[in-house]
């Protein structure tokens, strides 16, 4: 093991931050933790339909402030990076 080099850009330090949300007041910690540095997981699935959007929306508003990044990964599951965090996907 001691031939193992750290990731480019000190990943280790990098959190993630999952957030199930029950209420549109839970957002602004979320937004907080994107706007310093970490990367959030945010569950929307399991709100009613405009309460999901209404999330979102704030959510994505964040991002975009910050020159963030976001993606639907599943349904009603959204990951949103900071700047320095790209999101890639498979071709």
Known sequence: ????????????????????????????AAVLALKSGEVLLCNLSHLGDEDAQRIADFVSGGTCAISGHQAQIGNGVFLFTPASVKISTAA
């Not at 031939?3 to 999952?18: D, E």
């Open 1 to 28: 093991m001691n031939n193992l080099l750290p990731l480019a850009g000190g990943g280790a330090n990098q959190r993630i931050t999952f957030l199930t949300p029950k209420s549109f007041a839970e957002t602004e």
